[in-house]
Structure formats: structure tokens, C-alpha cells
């Protein structure tokens, strides 16, 4: 077994936000001692919510005005703490196999997993 190529397998994820659909990927096999640390900091420390994003999500759709808009924790850093929640409450789900993990939020969107 190659751990590189465990650890860069993605999943394919989308939720519904404000009216429009987002996918993302998302790294399938990221939940290790050292990521679940990050979660344990990032609880602490907001920013770290950024950085443990942009540890989990490989890509996705998301753009700003039409330029590229990668999923890194600068940006991670300047968009809605909810929508993180939401796409990480995604990958959760598929991660622990638990569909109590995913919340609605009060804006009414939906999370699914493709």
C-alpha cells in the first residue's frame, strides 16, 4: 500500500448555499492523529478553522468576481464561518459514516453527498 496515494484520494462533495450549488473534493483519507489535532486548535483559535479547511478540501467551484479562488486558508479565512461548518459537516459525514453530523443551517440549505 502507497500511503501517498491513500492520503491524496478525494471524494466528490456538494452542498447548497445560498441558492446555488457548490462542489467540492475533498480528501477522503485525511483524518489522521495530526488533522484531528488541527480540529482540537482550531476550536481554540478561529483561524484554524482556515487552515484545517484548506487541509481537507483538494478543489472546488468557487470563484470571486470570475478569477480563481483556490481553497487556501487566506481564503479560507475571508468567506462565511456557516459555509465552512457546512462542507466540513460533509465530510464528516463520509468520514465517520454518522448523518447526525450534517445541520441545516438557518438560511434553509441543503448538504448532500454525490
Do not use: C, H
Amino acid at each position: 500500500m502507497n500511503i501517498s496515494t491513500l492520503l491524496t484520494q478525494t471524494e466528490p462533495f456538494s452542498i447548497e448555499w445560498n441558492g446555488e450549488t457548490v462542489t467540492f473534493q475533498a480528501y477522503k483519507n485525511a483524518l489522521t492523529p495530526q488533522l484531528s489535532q488541527q480540529w482540537v486548535d482550531a476550536a481554540r483559535k478561529p483561524l484554524g478553522l482556515a487552515y484545517f479547511a484548506a487541509s481537507v478540501v483538494e478543489s472546488w467551484d468557487v470563484d470571486m468576481n470570475g478569477e480563481p479562488f483556490p481553497p487556501t486558508p487566506d481564503n479560507f479565512a475571508i468567506i462565511p464561518t456557516k459555509f465552512i461548518e457546512k462542507m466540513l459537516d460533509m465530510v464528516a459525514e463520509s468520514w465517520t459514516g454518522d448523518s447526525g453530523e450534517v445541520n441545516a443551517s438557518d438560511n434553509g440549505s441543503e448538504a448532500t453527498a454525490k
